[in-house]
């Protein structure tokens, strides 16, 4: 099987910062695009950033020039470094693999549990 694990999510004041970590570990042969995704309360899930296995990112408009996704290839991780925090960031903030497993012969998308940021004005 595969996981992916947050972490790194929190409280912080407006203007703060805060980076995520997503590790993904277990049965993988190998990943392309890694992805954050957001969910504030009542609203939908949204992707907030991507980087594909060649390394180009793309963000949505409401985070470009303040969050930057990388990724560890070598580790399976992808990091989001958050500056230049806004209360309207406050979300659950989810990680996405697309993953093929050493135990299948197609892609799938992983998920990972969350995790919660939070930042008061």
């Known amino acids: 099987q595969v996981q992916l694990v947050e972490s790194g999510g929190g409280l912080v004041q407006a203007g703060g910062s805060l980076r995520l970590s997503c590790a993904a570990s277990?049965?993988?042969?190998?990943?392309?695009?890694m992805d954050w995704y957001r969910q504030a309360p009542g609203k939908q899930r949204e992707l907030v950033a991507r980087?594909?296995?060649?390394?180009?990112?793309n963000y949505a408009d409401s985070v470009k020039g303040r969050f930057t996704i990388s990724r560890d290839y070598a580790k399976n991780t992808v990091f989001l470094q958050m500056n230049s925090l806004k209360p309207e960031d406050t979300a659950v903030y989810y990680c996405?693999?697309?993953?093929?497993?050493?135990?299948?012969?197609?892609?799938?998308?992983?998920w990972g549990q969350g995790t919660q940021v939070t930042v008061s004005s």
């Open positions: 980087i594909t296995s060649g390394g180009s990112t």
């Open positions: 996405k693999g697309v993953v093929r497993s050493t135990l299948a012969d197609y892609w799938r998308d992983y």
């Open positions: 277990g049965s993988i042969f190998s990943i392309t695009d």
